[in-house]
C-alpha cells in the first residue's frame, strides 16, 4: 500500500513503518488516524506508538465504514461472512479497542459520530464486495461459488434487492476520536 500511494502522490514524502512502530520522533504529530485498521494493530503497541509521537492536545482518530444492519438484506448478507469467519476475527465490532481507550490516563473520554453512507452499486458489485473480503477470498473455488449463490439468493429475497441492477449499499461510517490530555 505504501508503494501505491507513493506513486499516486509523488509530493507526499511516504515512510516505512507500522503502527506499533512508525519511527516518528517524540511528540512530533497532531493527529493519528487509522481508517479501517486498528482493529488489526497490536493495540496495546499501537497505542503506545501513539501516545508516543502525538502532541499534547493532539488526537487519535478511528474510523470504520460498516454495514447498516438495521437493513433485512444487509443482515443477511453479513451472516453469510460472518458464518465463515474464525471465530478470534479481529473486529471493530467487538468493542476491545475501546476497552483498552476508555479510562486510560492522558486521554479525554471518545467522542463519536455516526454518519450514513450508502454507496449505489450493481447486482454484481454486491458480489463482487463479498468475494473481495479476505475471509472469502482466502476460500477454495468450491466454496467461493458456494458463498456467491448464498448471496445471490439473499438478494433475490428482499424486496429492496430483487428488481433492478442498482442496489444501494447501506453503510455507516463511524468516527471515534480522544485527545491526549
Known amino acids: 500500500m505504501r508503494e501505491q500511494l507513493a506513486e499516486l502522490l509523488p509530493g507526499v514524502e511516504v515512510g516505512d513503518g507500522t503502527a506499533e512502530a512508525t519511527g516518528l520522533p517524540d511528540r512530533s504529530v497532531d493527529v493519528v488516524v487509522a ?17 508516543r509521537v502525538v502532541r499534547p492536545g493532539g488526537a487519535l482518530v478511528l474510523l470504520w465504514n460498516t454495514f447498516d444492519e438495521s437493513v ?24 476491545r479497542w475501546r476497552e483498552q481507550l476508555e ?58 434487492t430483487r428488481h433492478g441492477d442498482r442496489i ?3 453503510y455507516t461510517t463511524d468516527v471515534y476520536w480522544t485527545h491526549r490530555v
Not at 451472516?79 to 473486529?91: E, H, N, T, V
Not at 492522558?106 to 459520530?113: L, Q
Not at 450493481?122 to 468475494?131: I, N, Q, Y
Open 35 to 51: 481508517a479501517q485498521s486498528w482493529h488489526w494493530f497490536r493495540q496495546r503497541e499501537a497505542l503506545a506508538e501513539v501516545e
Open 103 to 160: 479510562g486510560r490516563p492522558g486521554w479525554s473520554a471518545i467522542s463519536e459520530f455516526h454518519l450514513p453512507n450508502p454507496h449505489p452499486v450493481t447486482r454484481e458489485g454486491v458480489l463482487e464486495r463479498m468475494a473481495s473480503s479476505s475471509i472469502i477470498a482466502t476460500l477454495d473455488e468450491a466454496e467461493q461459488r458456494r458463498v456467491r449463490a448464498e448471496v445471490d439468493a439473499v438478494l433475490r429475497a428482499h424486496p429492496q
Open 72 to 95: 433485512p438484506w444487509v443482515r443477511d448478507f453479513q451472516q453469510i461472512y460472518f458464518g465463515r469467519a474464525p471465530q478470534d476475527l479481529p473486529s471493530h465490532l467487538d468493542g
Open 168 to 170: 444501494e449499499l447501506p
